[in-house]
T-cell receptor
Framework: GAGVSQTPSNKVTEKGKYVELRCDPI?????LYWYRQSLGQGPEFLIYFQGTGAADDSGLPNDRFFAVRPEGSVSTLKIQRTERGDSAVYLCASADPGQGINTQYFGPGTRLTVL | QQQVKQSPQSLIVQKGGISIINCAYE??????FPWYQQFPGKGPALLIAIRPDVSEKKEGRFTISFNKSAKQFSLHIMDSQPGDSATYFC???????????FGTGTSLTVIP
């Protein structure tokens, strides 16, 4: 079946602008995660959704970052007043907790470049 | 601080050889340890995972060795192939938690 998809694949923006990154999880997966991956580093947790609610947003670096998942499927990560330090690959993952194992399936990521 | 420490940062192995990547953790609450493989421009893909109730898990050419007392685990790739050239990440998570803590990655190059 279809995997996790993310759009756009690349986003170039200017410092101070607002961006939205979209994630379509695997159908039926109730758990959704956002991670940020800087060059040469492992993914770093940002936020976790179970259904429509953010169950854990402890990884969001500051209040410029916000994410929603209004219908429990597609999620959007929103970044306000972007800074050059926000440049990274933003990864989305989904999981089916009902499987009883903590297996997260990752999308290809959105590469964000802030000029 | 880094919850999971991974080494080496890069590794070059001859085709047919064994690739070994090591990880260590501190938090004894971790109870799920996956390894992910990532190719350039792609997201991480689950390779193999282990829980601490076993000391070893093997799937094809890939084996995880787990040492609970030392809080270490490693990935062994037997008969390494050029197609295995990728970046490998170890990770850990808690049963009651939701996020994965990733290592910093190992860039593996298998030369023909």
């Amino acid at each position: 079946g279809a995997g996790v998809s993310q759009t756009p694949s690349n986003k170039v923006t200017e410092k101070g602008k607002y961006v939205e990154l979209r994630c379509d999880p695997i159908s039926g997966h109730t758990a959704l995660y956002w991670y940020r991956q800087s060059l040469g580093q492992g993914p770093e947790f940002l936020i976790y959704f179970q259904g429509t609610g953010a169950a854990d947003d402890s990884g969001l670096p500051n209040d410029r970052f916000f994410a929603v998942r209004p219908e429990g499927s597609v999620s959007t990560l929103k970044i306000q007043r972007t800074e050059r330090g926000d440049s990274a690959v933003y990864l989305c993952a989904s999981a089916d907790p009902g499987q009883g194992i903590n297996t997260q399936y990752f999308g290809p990521g959105t590469r964000l470049t802030v000029l | 601080q880094q919850q999971v420490k991974q080494s080496p940062q890069s590794l070059i192995v001859q085709k047919g050889g064994i690739s070994i990547i090591n990880c260590a953790y501190e938090n004894t609450a971790f109870d799920y340890f996956p390894w992910y493989q990532q190719f350039p421009g792609k997201g991480p893909a689950l390779l193999i995972a282990i829980r601490p109730d076993v000391s070893e898990k093997k799937e094809g050419r890939f084996t995880i060795s787990f040492n609970k007392s030392a809080k270490q685990f490693s990935l062994h790739i037997m008969d390494s192939q050029p197609g295995d050239s990728a970046t490998y990440f170890c990770a850990a998570s808690r049963k009651s938690g939701n996020q994965f803590y990733f290592g910093t990655g190992t860039s593996l190059t298998v030369i023909p």
